[in-house]
């Protein structure tokens, strides 16, 4: 089936370390997306790409990094920068503007 | 800046009554809304799109309307059933291939 998989479903990360959530389409999708979401919260945009080897900071971009080297593939990167990693973090995709994003289901993040 | 506003955050309705969820952007120049679904733990779900040049869209027993003009959109849910408990999100695109401002959402519990 196509769709997006976001895998580990859940991740603990130690004081001082980097940790990379993974993001995979087989939907042929040009643009994917990370938002974080906390408890309550509307979705707050980490990064964005609209073709690869190109993406853009969004709203809450400090403290993390993302690489798009292939069309199917969005890791990102929450860095020890990040000092209050703790939330639900969404990829997303879409073919192009004015189509609905699809979402995988969701990496949460906690600290040990 | 654009910001989108659900109220009320949380509703609980008996099975089988239609409701109404509202969505408020400040901003009047969109390209497009979405209506979204999420269930605990889980991805959103893309439920219905409405271009800037469209009034309304309609899914089954979902409708959404979009007011430009008012800052408004509404969400219709006929004939209520207890699998329609989630929270729905509301989302703007402010313009195309732009970022997507997701509002804070409301939680949704229909009634047995």
């Known amino acids: 089936d196509g769709g997006i998989t976001q895998s580990p479903k859940y991740l603990f990360r130690k004081e001082g370390q980097n940790v990379t959530l993974s993001c995979e389409q087989n939907l042929n999708h040009d643009a994917m997306y990370w938002y974080r979401q906390d408890p309550g919260q509307g979705l707050r945009l980490i990064y964005y790409?609209?073709?690869?080897?190109?993406?853009q900071k969004g709203d809450i971009a400090e403290g993390y990094s993302v690489s798009r080297e292939k069309k199917e593939s969005f890791p990102l990167t929450v860095t020890s920068a990040q000092k209050n990693p703790t939330a639900f973090y969404l990829c997303a995709s879409r073919l192009i503007s004015n189509q609905p994003q699809h979402f995988g289901d969701g990496t949460r993040l906690s600290i040990l | 800046k654009q910001e989108v506003t659900q109220i009320p955050a949380a509703l609980s309705v008996p099975e089988g009554e239609n409701l109404v969820l509202n969505c408020s952007f400040t901003?009047?120049?969109?390209?497009?809304l979405q209506w979204f679904r999420q269930d605990p733990g889980k991805g959103l779900t893309s439920l219905l799109l409405?271009?800037?040049?469209?009034r309304e869209q309609t899914s089954g027993r979902l409708n959404a309307s979009l007011d430009k003009s008012s800052g408004r959109s509404t969400l219709y849910i006929a004939a209520s059933q207890p699998g329609d408990s989630a929270t729905y999100l509301c989302a703007v695109e402010r313009d195309r291939d732009d970022k997507i401002i997701f509002g804070k959402g409301t939680r949704l519990h229909i009634l047995p």
């Open positions: 409405i271009q800037s040049s469209q």
């Open positions: 790409s609209q073709i690869v080897n190109d993406f």
């Open positions: 901003d009047s120049a969109i390209y497009n």
